[in-house]
């Protein structure tokens, strides 16, 4: 259910609508109907002018009139009230919270001090900008107030459906309880609640996405942000297991269809790891993924099915590990005239299953703790789903796992060969290949990440944590060393480890590429450099650990530069011709 706003106002301005006598500030309707009768409703716009200054208010209603007999009916059709030349007294007393602005344009009609607490008054003796600029902000507020009212009713509408929701899902609780109790048509009502609860739940679970996006998206304290984000978050959860819920039912019924279709597989696997990265940086975990150099890019499979796999057991990696890292390792077991079997291991460096829970892990709700006493949430169809899913794809998925050591999960899928490219581009894991690239961090986890990466698709990666050897090999690039790196990149969380001299020298010389990388990480804000330098990069950016932005960023920094340098050389040796012929 979405969230629909109205920020139309129905205004009621009550007295003389005449302002041209007060410094040039003068009221009049933005639509050309021509109607004068003090009594007909404008709509659309209201315009107010003051020295060929114009404000326009949106309103629904405007509705001027000079008829004392108010009464709650008539202004209960009204968001607010404006009197102009008039006291505001003439109210009745159970209407005193409407907001209410006071025009004052006489000394003699400044209320008292009681009556200030009730209504906001505006003297028209102060400068017309002044008058207007106050005008303008009343109404903003008035206009804040009513989609705040609107919020909270529509806050109250889904209340409502959710105990609707739940009175019947209590009800049929109830009756499925009686039938199983009396082994009466277990099955009919099983499918009876599936489609119950995705219908019935799925309405209320929808406002409160909308309601908690809405909220997020408007500037809110600390407090109320954590406790709208906490929402948020719950209610995504709860629509996943409902998902979830579907999928089972679908593969109880054997109702799952087949979408065959080509895709990248690089970018699928990509994809699913980008929507978990925010996930395991709040965690402090390392997610990565290492794609063979021999893996098919374009391939023809269901890349539906592949993407729940995925989902389902990379989110069950980052549950259960508190530390460490969860890598994605790609590549082709075998290749055959029309059919790839391609395998991808999700490992984990996690709290690990026990042998004898192994077994049974992939049946319907099974849960390695005790409901009791667990610490993880889920309903334990996940890996039920990820093996049918799996096997409606012509493979299995298999488990390698010891308590306290990590588990790893190896998919094998079927795909088909991708019709061949009209034009013949060369992928990037080609256009990488030996470029040799220096690695400079003290991160011994992050450097062997990238070592593992750039060595995967095909590079020859030198990892180095201190100067010296650092300076040693750079200067084999001075020497023209065959042996000598390609690029450099370095670290931005161990980059104040560097000599700040000797790094500016090299730089400036434009002896390597040099680039700076920001480990995507909770401890590196990649918004800043973590030193003082100022330092002109070949190359910046973010690192997401994803090994295909990676190489991108790689080729970049290596064709880019040799191209400047080429294109240099060139000009160099142009003019150094043009002056010998001089």
């Known amino acids: 259910m979405g969230i629909k706003q109205n920020n139309k106002l129905k205004i009621l301005w009550f007295g003389s609508k005449k302002l041209d006598g007060i410094r040039g500030l003068k009221i009049s309707p933005a639509s050309s109907s021509g109607r004068t009768n003090h009594h007909d409703p404008l709509y659309g716009l209201l315009k107010l002018d003051f020295n060929n200054v114009t404000t326009t208010i949106p309103i629904d209603m405007f509705t001027q009139t000079k008829d004392h007999n108010l009464t709650e009916e008539i202004l209960d059709e009204y968001d607010a009230v404006i009197f102009h030349n008039i006291d505001p007294l003439v109210l009745p007393e159970s209407n005193a919270s409407q907001p209410i602005l006071h025009l004052v344009t006489d000394s003699t009609e400044n209320t008292s001090s009681s009556a200030q607490d009730k209504y906001t008054c505006i003297d028209l003796h102060q400068p017309a900008k002044q008058v207007l600029q106050s005008i303008n902000l009343w109404l903003k507020w008035l206009s804040s107030t009513n989609l705040y009212q609107q919020i909270a009713e529509q806050q109250q509408e889904i209340e409502n459906e959710r105990d609707n929701a739940r009175l019947g899902l209590e009800m049929l609780g109830e009756q499925l309880a009686e039938m199983v109790k009396h082994g009466e048509q277990v099955n009919y009502i099983q499918e009876r609640f599936l489609s119950l609860v995705s219908h019935e739940l799925r309405t209320p679970l929808n406002g409160i996405i909308g309601m908690s996006e809405l909220l997020a998206s408007q500037s809110n304290a600390p407090e109320q942000s954590e406790g709208i984000e906490l929402i948020h978050q719950s209610s995504i959860r709860l629509s996943q297991l409902i998902d979830n819920i579907l999928d089972y039912r679908s593969l109880k019924l054997s109702e799952s269809q087949d979408f065959e279709t080509e895709f990248d597989l690089y970018k699928c696997v990509e994809e699913v790891i980008e ?50 890292h969860v890598a994605v390792s790609v590549h082709c077991v075998q290749s055959r005239a029309e059919v790839d079997l391609i395998q991808i291991q999700v490992q984990d460096t996690g709290v690990g299953i026990s042998s004898e829970f192994s077994k049974e892990l992939f049946d319907s709700f099974a849960q390695s703790e005790d409901y009791r006493t667990r610490k993880h949430e889920g309903m334990g169809m996940g890996l039920y789903i990820a093996q049918q899913l799996a096997q409606k794809m012509g493979g299995h998925i298999h488990l390698q796992s010891q308590l306290d050591e990590g588990s790893t999960f190896s998919l094998c899928v079927q795909v088909k060969k991708a019709m061949p490219p009209k034009v013949h581009l060369p992928s990037i894991w080609k256009q990488v290949q030996n470029i040799k690239v220096l690695v400079w961090t003290l991160n011994t986890e992050l450097g062997n990440i990238l070592a593992s990466q750039l060595e995967q698709a095909g590079c020859k990666p030198i990892l180095v944590s201190d100067q010296q050897s650092l300076e040693a090999l750079v200067a084999k690039k001075s020497s023209s060393d065959k042996d000598a790196a390609d690029i450099l990149l370095i670290d931005n969380q161990s980059l104040k480890h560097l000599n700040e001299k000797w790094l500016v020298d090299l730089i400036s010389r434009q002896l390597i590429p040099v680039a700076n990388l920001f480990p995507l990480t909770t401890s590196n804000n990649h918004h800043s450099c973590n030193t003082s330098f100022n330092l002109q990069w070949n190359q910046q950016g973010v690192y997401p650990q994803q090994q295909e932005q990676l190489m991108h960023f790689v080729s970049q920094l290596h064709h880019t530069t040799r191209h400047t340098r080429q294109t240099t050389q060139h000009q160099t040796r142009k003019a150094e011709h043009g002056a010998n012929r001089s």
């Open 275 to 324: 929507q978990f990265q925010p996930q395991a940086v709040a965690a402090d975990l390392m997610l990565y993924d290492l794609i063979a150099s021999d893996t098919p890019q374009k391939v023809r499979g269901d890349i539906v099915k592949l993407r729940k796999i995925l989902y389902c057991l990379i989110s069950n990696a980052i549950k259960y590990t508190p530390q460490g």
